[in-house]
């Protein structure tokens, strides 16, 4: 099974500062890496797919970059909105997993 | 649009059965792989099982396997999974979503194992 392992488990982050979030594979997965951001009792909602592709409606604040075993979610310029919990999920091989998530809190 | 909508959440006893359905709408529905995701109240997501656009290929996780079924009717644009056994543990939100991107997810439905 391949496991993912994001970091910081949690940061706090004041408006228009720029976050960025890791995600490591630990084998090679190619780009089959996905980002998606959870609200409070909503349901996740995909923001960048295989690895560095926007996903359609998402905000230009959002990108990824990365292949292989490192992966970067980058938010430039942070809005309130964007508090919310934030996975990576991998589609390289069966099972298919997520990473544990990370908390984005706004000061 | 594009709309995933899961039910037949509920409250069962340990080792009991529930049949969860997602009712897919606004897309090809025989076209795209659907699989299902749970997340634990207050936990992370966990990857479930998967099923084939045409229901050929199944796939499940290890802590499923042997008493989860994933199935599909393509007629009528629905997504099923027949729960057997259940654990304290299967206790979560089931999403069903979209296409090996996740790129819809529906609502969710709560199923609860608890005695």
């Known amino acids: 099974e391949i496991v993912l392992t994001q970091s910081p488990d949690f940061q706090s982050v004041t408006p228009k500062e720029k976050v960025t979030i890791t995600c490591r594979a630990s084998?090679?997965?190619?780009?089959?890496l996905h980002w998606y951001q959870q609200k409070p009792d909503q349901s996740p909602k995909l923001l960048i797919k295989y690895a560095s592709q926007s996903f359609s409606g998402v905000p230009s604040r959002f990108s990824g970059s990365g292949s292989g075993t490192d992966f970067t979610l980058t938010i430039d310029s942070l809005e309130p909105e964007d508090a919310a919990t934030y996975y990576c999920h991998q589609s390289s091989s069966l099972p298919y997993t997520f990473g544990q998530g990370t908390k984005l809190e706004i000061k | 649009q594009v709309q995933l909508v899961e039910s037949g959440g509920g409250v069962v006893q340990p080792g009991g059965s529930l049949r969860l359905s997602c009712a897919a709408s606004?897309?090809?529905?025989?076209?795209?792989?659907i699989h299902w995701v749970r997340q634990a109240p207050g936990k992370g997501l966990e990857w479930v099982a998967a099923i084939s656009y045409d229901g050929s290929n199944k796939y499940y996780a290890d802590s499923v396997k042997g008493r989860f079924t994933i199935s599909r009717d393509n007629s009528k644009n629905r997504l099923f999974l027949q729960m057997n056994n259940l654990r304290a543990e299967d206790t979560a939100v089931y999403y069903c979503?979209?296409?090996?991107?996740?790129?819809?997810w529906g609502q969710g439905t709560l199923v609860t194992v608890s005695s």
């Open positions: 084998q090679s997965i190619g780009s089959s």
């Open positions: 606004g897309f090809t529905f025989n076209s795209y792989t």
């Open positions: 979503a979209r296409d090996y991107v996740h790129d819809r």
